[in-house]
C-alpha cells in the first residue's frame, strides 16, 4: 500500500513516458449511436495526446446528463458527480491542488439550469479550468424535457405544444457576466473547429467557457440538421489573436474577422442572428484570476505548530 | 480598600451615595452579572472583555451572549436588548447558571425586557443610566417613570448612575463609549485586575488607532472612579488557583482554532448565524498557515467546493447551520457515496425554516443522522463544551479520513456564543493531516477496494500515477465503475454500512456521572447541555435523590454500552433543547408522542423505554430548571 508515503512524487522531472490515443480510451461509450457527444470525447482524446496530458494530473469533473458520462470515458482521475454542480467541485480541486490540470463536462440543463448559479459564479470566480457545454438543447438522460436552451416552439415531453419562451443563449449570458476571459461556441459536427476550439480553451489561462453545439439524433435531431448540411448558415469567427482554422476555409466561406479582445463587439455578435456563429467571442488573459489571488505558500507541520501556539497564547489566561 | 467580608450574603439595600464610608464587601463562591444596552452600544464587547479578565484571574467563567435578532432594532424597546451574561465562580462553570445577580442596563426598556421573562435573582442588584428621567421628549420621561414603577415592585436594589452624564466629560459621543465606562464600574466592583483589563481593552481595539484606545481607557478609568466614589458594596468571588496553563475562548473561535489544527487547508462556506463567526475567526488567521476559507455562492457551492479539495488533496471542511444545512443533503449523500473525507460542521440554532437564528435548540440531530435520501451511512458527533469545539475537529478530520466518510460536527449557539477558559491545548504533529499521498499506486490495487469484513478502503488521490479512476455517485464497483449488478448492490451498501459499526467499537461507552451501579433516574443528554444536566444532578443527590446522568458525544455511531447502562436505571430519559409533545396535551397518546431527538434514536437503537424531558424557549438549560424536573421524574420512593 501507499500510505505513509508522503514525499510529493515529483515523476515530471524525469517523465520519459509517451502517452497514445490507447491511454487515454477509458471505458467504452454508451452513448447512443450518432450523439455528439462522442464527437466530443475524440477531440478531446486527440488534445491529450498532442499536448501530452498526464493522465494521473488531470482531473475531469462533471454533473449528471448524457454528458456528464464524460469521464468514464477518459482514462484520467474523474469525478462524476451531481446533477449542475461540476463547477463547485472543480473550484475545489483547482484551489486545493493548483498544479492539476482540470476539466468540466455539463448539459445544458445542468450548466445553464440547476447549475445556474455555478456557472455565472465560476465566470466571475474566472478560475483556471476549461468548461465544456455539451449543449443539445435538451434534457437527454431524463428523456426529452425543454431545457433553457431548447428552441421556442420545440415540442418536449414537458412542453408537448412547443417551448413556452425564448431560449437562454448561453455565449450572450456568459459575456454578460463579469471577469468573464474565455468565451467561445463550437460545434461538434465541425471537427476541426471544436479540435481548435478546445486547444484554445486548454491553452487559456482562466476560465474557458466553450459551447459545443451537440447533435442529440435521439430527441433533437432536426435542431442542427439544416445547419450541419448548409455550411453556409454558419459563420465563422476568425482572427490571429483568436481562432483560424485554414482547413476549414474551402468549406466554411462565411467568415468574419472578429478579434476577441473586443468585448462590445463580441456581445454584438452574440444576439440572436440568422447566423450561427462559431469561434472565439471573447478573451482576455489579463482578467483577475481567484485562484491565483487564493494561492498560498504550503506550510509544513513544525511551522503549524509554531504558529498555533503563537495563537494559542493569544487567548492564554 | 476591603474592610468588611460579608460571608455569602446578598447585597443588602443601602444608601447609594456612600462618599466617604468604605464599602462592604460581599464574598461570594459565584456570581452572575448581565450589561444591556441596545443593539450597537457595545455592551457585548464590556461583557466579554470583563469574562476574559475573570478567566485570566483565575475564576471559572462562562459568558453568553444576549442578541437581538436584528441589526439595528429600533432604540430603547424591549425586543432591542443586546448584551452579555457572564457566570462567575470560585469553582469550574459548566454552564450559563440560573438568575442574574448584577445587572448593568444603559436603558429601562432592556431592563424591563430581562425583567418581564424572570432572568433576574429576587435579591438583584441594578445599576442603571438616569439620563431617560430627565429626558427631553415627555414620551421617553414617562416610559422611564413607569418602567421603574414596575421595577419597584419586585425586591432588586436599583442604583442610578448618570452614565451619559460622565462619558461626556471624556468623549463626544457617550453612544460609543458607555460600555468602557461600565467596563470600569464592573472592574471596580469586582476588583478586577486592571491592567488585564487594559490589556484586554487593547486588544479588542487592536485594529483602530492609538486614540480610540486611550478614549477606552479614560472611560474605562472614569467607571472606576465613579464606582469607587458612589457605590457602597464591592463583590470578591475568589479565584480559584489554576495549576495548568488555560486559554479562553467561544465555541466558534474553538471550531476555527481546531479546524486549523486538524491539518485542514480549506473551509468553504456560505454566512449564516450562528456558524458564520467561525468563518471570521478563521480570516484572520487561517491563511498564514496556507488555508483558504472560500465564501461560496450559496451552501450547496460550499460543499461542493470542499468535497472537490478533499477529493484532490486534503480533507476540507464546510461549516454551516441548520437552513444550510438543508441545502448540502445532496451532497452529503454523494461524500458518503463516493467515500470522500469531508468534515461539516452545523452551529445548530432554533428550527425549522429560518426559525430563531440567533437562539439555541438541538433540532438538527436527527436530520443530521438521517437527513439524506437513500442510506447514507456517516458519522455524527456533537460537542458539549467549548473545550471539546477545539477538539472535536481534530477528531473528526482523523475519523473522516481513516474511514473515509463524511462527519457530522454538531455545535449550537450556546457553545459558539459561550465563553469558557479551559486547559491549553498542546499541539501536536498527529493532529495535523499529512501532505496529499502522491506515491504511484501499486498494482492491482482498487479505489474501492473493501476489506469485506471492515469496509475500509485506501483511496487514490490525484497526482498517484496508476491511480486513475472515476468517483460516481451512481453504483458502483470496486473499481467505481457503474455496475447493474444486484449483489454488488447490496455488497457496497454493507461495505459503506460496516464502517460505523468498526468505529463503534473502537468506541468508549459514555461515563456515568453520579452512580455507575444504577439507581432510580438516568438523565441522557448531548451537545451542550452537559454542564447543567451534571451540575442539577449533583445538587438533587445533594438532596438524596438517586439520579445520574450520561453525556453521548458520538450520534452516529452511537457509544457502545448504551443498552447495559440503561438497564441498571429505573427510569431513563433525555435532556434536549429540541420540541417534544407534553404526553398531557390533547390527543396525545404513548403511540404518537413526537418525542426528543435522542430519545428517538435511543429508543430505535436499544429498545429501552427512554422517556423525554425537552424545551424550546430558545435558551440554554438551567440547572434549577433541570432540578425540578429530576425531583418530579424520579419514581416514586426514589430517596436513597
Ligand atoms: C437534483 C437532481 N435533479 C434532477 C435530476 C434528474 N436529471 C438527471 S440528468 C437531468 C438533465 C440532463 O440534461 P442535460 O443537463 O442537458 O444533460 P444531457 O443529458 O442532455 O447531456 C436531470 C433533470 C438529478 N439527477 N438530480
Ligand atoms: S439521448 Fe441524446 S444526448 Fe443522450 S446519448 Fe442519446 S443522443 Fe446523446
Ligand atoms: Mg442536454
Request: with cysteine; aromatic share 8%; glycine share 8%.
Amino acid at each position: 500500500m501507499s500510505a505513509g508515503c508522503s514525499l510529493l512524487w515529483t515523476g515530471a522531472e524525469e517523465d520519459d513516458r509517451v502517452f497514445d490515443l490507447h491511454d487515454w480510451e477509458g471505458a467504452e461509450p454508451r452513448w447512443c449511436p450518432g450523439c455528439g457527444d462522442l464527437s466530443v470525447l475524440t477531440a478531446m482524446q486527440r488534445l491529450a495526446v498532442a499536448e501530452q496530458f498526464v493522465p494521473e494530473t488531470t482531473v475531469f469533473v462533471s454533473g449528471i446528463g448524457c454528458s456528464s458520462r464524460f469521464p468514464h470515458y477518459m482514462k484520467a482521475y474523474g469525478f462524476h458527480g451531481i446533477h449542475g454542480r461540476a463547477l463547485p467541485v472543480a473550484t475545489g480541486v483547482k484551489l486545493s491542488r493548483p498544479e492539476l490540470t482540470v476539466f468540466v463536462a455539463m448539459g445544458d440543463g445542468d450548466c445553464t439550469s440547476i447549475g445556474a448559479a455555478h456557472w455565472l459564479h465560476m465566470i466571475r470566480y474566472n478560475i483556471d479550468v476549461t468548461a465544456l457545454l455539451m449543449d443539445n438543447n435538451i434534457y437527454g438522460l431524463t428523456k426529452k424535457q425543454s431545457s433553457p436552451t431548447t428552441p421556442q416552439g420545440f415540442a418536449s415531453n414537458t412542453a408537448p405544444r412547443g417551448s413556452w419562451l425564448p431560449a437562454l443563449d448561453p455565449i450572450q449570458a456568459t459575456l454578460g457576466v463579469t471577469n468573464a476571459s474565455f468565451v467561445a461556441q463550437t460545434a461538434e459536427w465541425v471537427p476541426a473547429h471544436l479540435y481548435a476550439t478546445l486547444r484554445a480553451a486548454y491553452h487559456h489561462k482562466g476560465f474557458s467557457f466553450v459551447r459545443i453545439l451537440q447533435r442529440c439524433p435521439q430527441y433533437t435531431d432536426s435542431i442542427y440538421k439544416e445547419a450541419v448540411r448548409k455550411p453556409s448558415i454558419v459563420e465563422l469567427l476568425v482572427h490571429e489573436n483568436g481562432l483560424t482554422v485554414p482547413e476549414l476555409d474551402r468549406l466554411y466561406t462565411n467568415q468574419r474577422r472578429h478579434d476577441p479582445r473586443d468585448l462590445d463587439e463580441a456581445r454584438r455578435l452574440a444576439e440572436a442572428s440568422d447566423v450561427i456563429r462559431l469561434g472565439i467571442f471573447f478573451q482576455d488573459e489579463s482578467r483577475p484570476r481567484y485562484d491565483l489571488i487564493r494561492a498560498l505558500p504550503q506550510r509544513t507541520v513544525e511551522e503549524k505548530i509554531r504558529l498555533m501556539n503563537e495563537e494559542l497564547d493569544r487567548y492564554a489566561v | 480598600m476591603v474592610t468588611t467580608i460579608k460571608a455569602e450574603a446578598g447585597v443588602a439595600a443601602a444608601e447609594a451615595d456612600t462618599s466617604g464610608a468604605e464599602p462592604v464587601v460581599h464574598r461570594c463562591s459565584e456570581h452572575t452579572v448581565e450589561i444591556l444596552s441596545d443593539s450597537g452600544e457595545g455592551a457585548q464587547k464590556c461583557g466579554q472583555a470583563f469574562g476574559t479578565v475573570s478567566a485570566k484571574m483565575g475564576n471559572g467563567a462562562w459568558t453568553v451572549e444576549i442578541i437581538p435578532a436584528e441589526i439595528q432594532p429600533p432604540a430603547r424597546t424591549p425586543a432591542g436588548a443586546s448584551g452579555n451574561r457572564i457566570r462567575i465562580s470560585s469553582a469550574q462553570v459548566t454552564n450559563w447558571g440560573d438568575r442574574t445577580n448584577l445587572v448593568v442596563a444603559f436603558n429601562e426598556q432592556v431592563l424591563l425586557s430581562r425583567h418581564e421573562i424572570g432572568a433576574f435573582a429576587d435579591d438583584a442588584v441594578i445599576l442603571v443610566e438616569n439620563m431617560w428621567a430627565t429626558h427631553e421628549d415627555e414620551d421617553i420621561r414617562k416610559a422611564w417613570a413607569s418602567a421603574m414603577a414596575q421595577l419597584a415592585t419586585a425586591h432588586y436594589r436599583v442604583i442610578e448612575v448618570p452614565m451619559e452624564e460622565q462619558c461626556l466629560t471624556v468623549v463626544e459621543n457617550a453612544r460609543k463609549g458607555k460600555n468602557m465606562f461600565a467596563l470600569g464600574l464592573l472592574a471596580w466592583i469586582y476588583d478586577r485586575d486592571l491592567e488585564l483589563v487594559r490589556e484586554q481593552i487593547a486588544y479588542t481595539f487592536r485594529k483602530k488607532s492609538a486614540e480610540v484606545y486611550e478614549a477606552n481607557i479614560a472611560l474605562l478609568d472614569l467607571g472606576v472612579k465613579w464606582a469607587s466614589e458612589h457605590l457602597d458594596f464591592r463583590i470578591q468571588v475568589p479565584a480559584a488557583p489554576v495549576g495548568q496553563a488555560m486559554v479562553v475562548m467561544n465555541g466558534n473561535q474553538a471550531l476555527a482554532l481546531g479546524g486549523i489544527a486538524s491539518g485542514m487547508e480549506l473551509a468553504a462556506m456560505y454566512p449564516i448565524t450562528p456558524a458564520t463567526s467561525v468563518s471570521h475567526h478563521l480570516s484572520d488567521v487561517f491563511e498564514s498557515y496556507g488555508g483558504v476559507v472560500h465564501q461560496a455562492e450559496d451552501e450547496i457551492a460550499a460543499i461542493g467546493v470542499a468535497i472537490g479539495a478533499s477529493y484532490a488533496g486534503k480533507c476540507a471542511f464546510t461549516i454551516t447551520s441548520g437552513p444550510g444545512l438543508a441545502l448540502k443533503t445532496e451532497f452529503i449523500g454523494l461524500a458518503t457515496m463516493i467515500e470522500v473525507p469531508l468534515v461539516i460542521v452545523d452551529v445548530q440554532r432554533g428550527g425549522p425554516s429560518t426559525g430563531l437564528p440567533t437562539k439555541v435548540e438541538q433540532s438538527d440531530l436527527l436530520a443530521a443522522v438521517f437527513g439524506q435520501p437513500g442510506d447514507t451511512p456517516k458519522v455524527v458527533l456533537a460537542p458539549a463544551t467549548i473545550e471539546e469545539c477545539f477538539h472535536v475537529m481534530i477528531t473528526a478530520r482523523r475519523i473522516a479520513d481513516a474511514f473515509r466518510v463524511p462527519v457530522l460536527v454538531l455545535s449550537d449557539a450556546n457553545l459558539a456564543t459561550g465563553v469558557q477558559p479551559f486547559p491549553r491545548p498542546e499541539p501536536r504533529p498527529e493532529w495535523f493531516s499529512p501532505p496529499p499521498d502522491q506515491s504511484p499506486v501499486p498494482e492491482g490495487l482498487r479505489p474501492f477496494d473493501w476489506d469485506a469484513r471492515t469496509g475500509l478502503s485506501q483511496r487514490f488521490i490525484p497526482g498517484q500515477p496508476g491511480g486513475m479512476h472515476i468517483v460516481t455517485g451512481l453504483h458502483h464497483d470496486e473499481n467505481g465503475k457503474l455496475t447493474y449488478d444486484q449483489k454488488m448492490y447490496q455488497h457496497s451498501s454493507a461495505m459503506r454500512s460496516r464502517k460505523l459499526a468498526v468505529l463503534q467499537e473502537m468506541l468508549q461507552p459514555p461515563v456515568v456521572t453520579g452512580d455507575a451501579d444504577g439507581g432510580d433516574l438516568l438523565l441522557v443528554g448531548w451537545g451542550s447541555t452537559r454542564g447543567a444536566i451534571e451540575e442539577a444532578v449533583e445538587q438533587a443527590r445533594g438532596e438524596g435523590l438517586s439520579v445520574s446522568s450520561t453525556h453521548l458525544s458520538f450520534l452516529s455511531p452511537l457509544q457502545p454500552g448504551l443498552k447495559q447502562i440503561f438497564s441498571k436505571f429505573k427510569k431513563v430519559m433525555t435532556v434536549e433543547i429540541n420540541y417534544s409533545d407534553d404526553p398531557t396535551a390533547p390527543y396525545i397518546t404513548e403511540e404518537n408522542r413526537r418525542r426528543g431527538q435522542l430519545s428517538f434514536l435511543l429508543r430505535a437503537s436499544t429498545l429501552v423505554d427512554v422517556d423525554c424531558w425537552t424545551r424550546v424557549l430558545g435558551e440554554p438549560l438551567r440547572p434549577a430548571t433541570l432540578v425540578d424536573v429530576i425531583r418530579a421524574n424520579v419514581p416514586q420512593g426514589g430517596a436513597r
